[in-house]
C-alpha cells in the first residue's frame, strides 16, 4: 500500500470511487461505517449498496450536495458530498467524499430551536423586552413591545430607543443603557415618561467572551397602577393612622408577627413606652403563667396564617408592675399589595372583670342575707308556737327573743350590701340625692333594695317589718319622686 492508499483508508471523512457504471471501485473505512458495508461491496452498484440515487453524469469537480441519511442501523447523518473527477487510462473515475456535518448541524437546530423557544417565551411576556447596542440601536424586540410601539419588528430594528419611547433626538435623562455602560451591571430603577405613565426599568449587560460589554437586555414593567393603588394606600393609611391614634381601644397591625404600628391607647394597656420597645417575645415575658401556654400556641397560629380565614377573639392576663391585667382582643388578617399582615384589637376588660366579681359577691351576700334574716323570721314563729304549746316561761321566751334578735343586725347588713353596691352601680345615690336631695337615707336604702331587684316580702323581712309597712313607705317614696299613679317605681329606679 502506497502512501495515498493510506491517507485514503484512513481518512475520518467517508469517501469511495465509483466508475462510470456507478460500480464501487474502492472505499475507506469511514465509508463503510456510515453505510453499514463489508468487503463484499466492492464491485456493486452504488446505489444498491447506499439506496442514494446519484446522477454522476450532473456531477463535476464543483458540485456540492447536502443530503440526510438514514443508514441500516437507523443512525441519521447530515452529509455534504462533494466529487473529484480522475481520468485513468482514459476512463472516468468518480471519487465522492462525504463530510460529516452531523454534529454541527445539530448544534445549530439545537441552537435555533433554544432561540425560537427563548423569543416564544418572550413575546408571552407582557413586559416589554428588547436588546439594544451600545449606540441605542434597538436589535430585537419582543412582542409587547412592539405592540406597544405601534410598530412591527421590522420598523424598529435599528432605530434608536429614545427616538421610539421618548419621541427625542438624544438619549433619555437616566439611559439604561448609559447606567449600565457606566457600571458594568445590572441596573433597576423607576422612570415616570411624559405621558404619567410608570415605568420598571431593569437593565442587565451582555459581554462577549474576551469580557467586553457587547449589548445591553432592558426589561420594562408598566407599574403605573401598581403606583396609584400605592398613592391610594398611603392615603388610606394617612387616615386609617389618625383614626388610630384617637381611637377608644388599642389597635396593633403586624406584620409577619413583628409590630408596625400600635397606636398611643395599645401601648397604655400593655405598658409599653413606644413602638419601638414593643415586640411579640417581649409581651410574652408577662403573660400570666397559667395563660402562657395558650397565649404561645396562639401566636404559632398566627405564624403560619392558619387565622386568615376568619376574625378570633381570645382572653388572656397580663402581669405587670405587681398587678394583673385582663386582655380582651380580636386578630383579624388582611392583604394589601400581596403582603400579608395582622390587625389586633386591643381592650382592657380589667374594670368590667373586677366589678363581675363584686357583683357575684353581692349576689352571693344577697342570697345570704335573705335566707338569714328568712331564718330567724321563722324560728320567731316557731318559738312562739313552742312557748305556748310546752308553758316555757316568759324568761326564757324573753331569752330566746335576745339571742334571735342579736343575729338580726340591719344596720351592719346594709352597710356590706351598700360597700358591694356603690361599686356595681357608682352613681346611683349621686344622681338620687342630685334629682331628688330631700330624700332619707331610709328612703335612699329603699332605693337600693329595689335597684337589687329585693322584693316586697324580702325588703320588710331585711328592715324587720311588716310587709305593708313597706308598701306604706313606697307608696310615700312614689310622691317624694314625683311619679303618679300610672308610672312603676321599680322601672324608674332601674333607670337611674
Known sequence: MNIYEEIFNNSLDAKCILDENSQIVAYNSAFSHIFVCDSSCKGKFFNDVTNLRLDLASFNNKTKLHIKYENAKNETYYLEVSCLIINQMGKRLFCLFFEDNTEKLLKEYALQEAEIEKETILDYQTDFVIVQDLDYNILWANKSATEGSNLTLKEMLNRKCYEIWADDNSPCENCSVFRVKQSLKPEEFVRKTRNGTYWL?????????????????????????????????????????????????????????????????????????????????????????????????????????????????????????????????????????????????????????????????LAVETVYLNEKNKLIEELNKRHKHLAKKYNISDDDVRRLNKLLNSYFLPERDWEISKKHFEAVHKNFFTNLKKKFPNLTQNELRHCAYIRMNYTTKEIARILNVAPSSVQKARLRLKKKLNLNTHQDLFLYIMSI
Do not use: C, W
Request: aromatic content about 12%.
Open 201 to 361: 426599568i431593569k437593565a442587565s449587560p451582555i459581554f462577549k467572551k474576551d469580557g467586553k460589554l457587547h449589548r445591553i437586555l432592558e426589561v420594562a414593567e408598566n407599574i403605573t397602577h401598581k403606583k396609584e393603588q400605592e398613592r391610594i394606600i398611603a392615603e388610606n393609611e394617612a387616615q386609617y393612622r389618625t383614626l388610630a391614634k384617637y381611637a377608644p381601644v388599642g389597635i396593633i397591625v403586624l406584620d409577619n408577627l413583628v409590630p408596625v404600628f400600635a397606636n398611643p391607647k395599645a401601648l397604655d394597656i400593655l405598658e409599653f413606652k413606644d413602638l419601638q420597645v414593643f415586640s411579640i417575645s417581649e409581651l410574652l415575658k408577662h403573660i400570666y403563667p397559667d395563660d402562657y401556654e395558650y397565649f404561645q400556641n396562639f401566636i404559632e397560629m398566627m405564624r403560619d396564617y392558619k387565622l386568615k380565614d376568619e376574625n378570633v377573639t381570645i382572653k388572656f392576663r397580663l402581669e405587670k408592675n405587681d398587678k394583673i391585667k385582663y386582655i380582651i382582643s380580636t386578630v383579624s388578617f388582611f392583604n394589601v399589595l400581596d403582603k400579608n399582615y395582622y390587625q389586633i384589637i386591643i381592650l382592657d376588660n380589667t374594670e368590667l372583670e373586677e366589678l363581675s366579681a363584686i357583683q357575684r359577691k
